[in-house]
């Protein structure tokens, strides 16, 4: 078994940490233009996109970690070459390049997934079991927060916190967190939001509060920022008419349950991640499990529904907040007018 890695970035890194434990890969293929420090372990190979197009090289399987703009680009080719594809969160930013390759993917029948990863977390699947089951009986609140630090020399590459390459803090860090609350509470009918910018790092937001209201009638909200200073939490807060649960930590990996007197963790369900970005950081065992899913030619739809054409929605959810941000121009303003209920 083959596998190319296009990026060397930290995903990339924590790609190729993890796929040490999987002994029948006999080349790891790493696509990366950048010349690279780390030393690399017998079965990795580096390489450039161009070889990897103009060499007629044996490779059974994709993962895509360049940075999210090229996402289409490097997944599109792979995919027309008939090889299953593993995509980065989010797997496009565009919902016209999500079209074209849900498309693509279906004529060539290919498997094409997004690393959501957060999604094996012991704690989102008990969660997962608690909504389907009523626990708590049936939610009504949900209140969400991430609360991350991004330093100015992180945004300092070319494509960090563009639009065009990037997104904010919506599109890049708290996608995870607005996945997990569609994953749970289902669709959103309405929304309302305020966003923020810190032009001095970046030109997309860094800051969002959003108060959402799902088909269900469940409403929710998130807040996000990346300019906290330090990562301090993400968490989901879940009040149910009969009780309440939390899930929280620094990717969502811990869940706690509410009783008369105090909050009490449920350790068979949690886990702990170290914090911190790179390989080593809190991006937790999702990764490992999906790779051996994804990697396993006889498993052909994932457990926890990660085929791209299944994740459409939070793109199109994504956009819609975005065009609502950029062109309603006006907002409500404090009046002197007194409210008489009718």
């Known amino acids: 078994?083959?596998?190319?890695?296009?990026?060397?970035?930290?995903v990339g890194k924590h790609y190729i940490n993890l796929l040490r434990d999987f002994k029948n890969i006999k080349k790891i293929f790493i696509v990366e233009n950048s010349k690279i420090k780390t030393k690399l372990n017998k079965?990795?190979?580096?390489?450039?996109?161009?070889?990897?197009?103009?060499?007629k090289l044996k490779i059974d399987f994709a993962i895509i970690c360049t940075p999210s703009g090229s996402h289409f680009k490097h997944a599109s080719f792979f995919i027309k070459k008939g090889i299953d594809t593993l995509i980065e969160k989010p797997f496009v930013l565009s919902i016209k390049d999500a079209k074209k390759l849900?498309?693509?993917?279906?004529?060539?029948?290919?498997k094409c997934w997004v690393a959501f990863q957060n999604r094996h977390n012991l704690a989102i699947q008990q969660g997962k079991k608690i909504v389907k089951k009523k626990r708590f009986g049936n939610p009504f609140f949900v209140d969400s927060a991430l609360y991350w630090h991004r330093s100015k020399n992180y945004y300092r590459t070319s494509w960090r916190g563009k639009y065009s390459s990037d997104g904010g803090?919506?599109?890049?860090?708290?996608?995870?967190?607005?996945?997990?609350?569609?994953?749970?509470?289902?669709?959103?009918?309405?929304?309302?939001?305020?966003?923020?910018?810190?032009?001095?790092?970046?030109?997309?937001?860094?800051?969002?509060?959003?108060?959402?209201?799902?088909k269900n009638n469940i409403i929710s909200n998130l807040k996000a920022t990346t300019r906290a200073d330090r990562d301090y939490r993400m968490s989901m807060d879940v009040l149910c008419d009969k009780g309440r649960y939390l899930i929280k930590d620094i990717s969502l990996n811990k869940i706690f349950y509410f009783n008369k007197t105090h909050l009490k963790i449920d350790k068979y369900n949690s886990e702990h991640f170290k914090r911190g970005l790179g390989p080593k950081s809190g991006m937790g065992n999702g990764h490992k499990k999906i790779l051996k899913e994804f990697l396993n030619k006889n498993i052909k739809n994932s457990?926890?529904?990660?085929?791209?054409?299944?994740?459409l929605y939070v793109i199109k959810l994504i956009h819609s907040i975005y065009n609502s941000l950029f062109k309603e121009k006006n907002f409500s303003i404090v009046k002197e007018k007194e409210f008489k209920y009718r």
Do not use: W
């Open 169 to 214: 803090v919506l599109f890049n860090q708290s996608i995870h967190l607005l996945d997990i609350m569609i994953y749970f509470f289902g669709p959103v009918k309405k929304f309302n939001f305020f966003a923020d910018f810190n032009k001095k790092k970046l030109q997309a937001e860094d800051l969002i509060t959003l108060n959402l209201v799902h």
């Open 102 to 110: 849900i498309q693509l993917n279906k004529f060539k029948k290919n």
């Open 1 to 10: 078994m083959n596998i190319a890695i296009i990026g060397h970035g930290s």
């Open 43 to 55: 079965r990795c190979i580096l390489t450039s996109f161009k070889n990897i197009e103009e060499e």
């Open 303 to 311: 457990s926890k529904d990660l085929e791209i054409e299944k994740n």
